[in-house]
């Protein structure tokens, strides 16, 4: 505790990375401020329709990646998801798309074309969700607009505020990310679904004290007994790592001598962190916009698709995430180049050919690596669904693993990270290591 204590003091010193957390605390506090201000010509007292809706179902993990601005009516209402379903796409474009693929090559400014796409197909995304948002609000909740507003006339400059607040919150991400510490999309996510623990966890403990789900002290114990070996599993799960060590011959230029030296190539358990996550959690969402208003809603499979607790649902979601962590794990991590780079540096997989065997070695490892960390991610996510089993609160089971738990540790970590090479490369002690770790580090 005591190094803690003066590792955070050691963040105070650094004047770079002091501006950071402050600049990261500003642009997250007005997120949570505009997530409170309520639409023009809506009363927050005529809600209360809309919000028991957000109480269970889908709804209710739309709410909360929103920070709960979905069930204010608030003009952040629809969140990042657009941005995020928009980025899916533009990634499978990427693959798939020659266009695209030779656009990904061109190096920033490729990405900058990229980025530009991305935005429009966020902004077209947001127009159809929008009016899809207001209708559901009309219907949930009519009363909530101001006498003398006609709905037709509210509905096309309440479009263009949502789609705005959308943006903004996309411009505060990035800003976040540039000056500021940690990925701001993820970050301003996270902080939605901390916005909701409080309130869960309220509900959980009142619920086990009463008779909507009994069990008193014991139940609850057993259940943050769960909760803890579930939040391990997790972060050791996130944090794992499979070390390739690579040798570099020896070169003599000229009276020097260079290379010859073993280092190693870090391959993470689960290298392609929260995201696959939450492009898989945007694709569920999906069925939830076409089906809210659709004549067929009261199919069996077209419900199922729209209850996060149910088996098809759970299905998909786990299937989604193991496709989407492989297919994000071969775009970030190109074997074919890490061999070439190797190659051209003088450096070998010690028993193994340089070339094609080095990057067919490096693609099994990856493969190997990837298949079970998939599963066990896949099964953290459904956890939510066992957890109702044992009679947990829907809100508080969220916590129990699920998008929730893997998207808080992944960004809790990642930007603890960040903290720490900024406090490592002023030879200070970090949040994560000890002084000896430091040492070591800085020694090479």
Known sequence: MKKFIEALKNCWKVEDLRQRILITILFVAIYRFGSFVVLPGIDPGGLAQLQSQTEGGLMSLLDMFSGGAFSNASIFALGIMPYISASIVMQLLAVAVPYFQKMQREGESGRKKISWYTRVLTVAILLFQAPSYLLNLKTQSAGALAQGIDWTVFMFPATIILAAGSMF?????????????????????????????????????????????????????????????????????????????????????????????????????????????????????????????????????????????????????????IAFTFFYTAITLNPTQMAEDMKRNNGFIPGVKPGKDTADFIDTVMTRLTLPGSLFIALIAVMPALAGLLNVQQAFAQFFGGTSLLILIGVVIDTLQQIESHLMMRHYDGLLNSGRTRASVNAY
Not at 170 to 199: C, Y
Not at 243 to 257: D, E, F, L, T
Not at 273 to 301: E, G, K, R
């Open 169 to 321: 919150i996309l411009w505060l991400g990035e800003r976040i990310t540039d000056k500021g510490i940690g990925n701001g999309i993820s970050l301003i996510i996270m902080i939605g679904i901390i916005a909701r623990l409080p309130q869960a966890f309220v509900q959980e403990v009142t619920s086990r004290f009463t008779a909507i789900s009994g069990g008193g002290l014991v139940m609850f114990i057993i259940e943050i007994l769960i909760l803890f070996a579930v939040v391990c599993a997790a972060i050791l799960l996130v944090q794992g790592v499979r070390k390739i060590p690579v040798q570099y011959a020896k070169r003599v230029i000229g009276n020097k001598q260079y290379g010859g030296a073993r280092q190693y190539i870090p391959l993470k358990l689960f290298a392609a962190n929260v995201m696959p996550i939450i492009f898989a959690q945007a694709l569920m969402f999906l069925p939830l916009a076409v089906v809210q208003y659709s004549a067929d809603s009261t199919n069996w499979f077209v419900r199922s698709l729209i209850d996060h607790t149910s088996l098809p649902y759970n299905i998909i979601f786990a299937a989604l995430i």
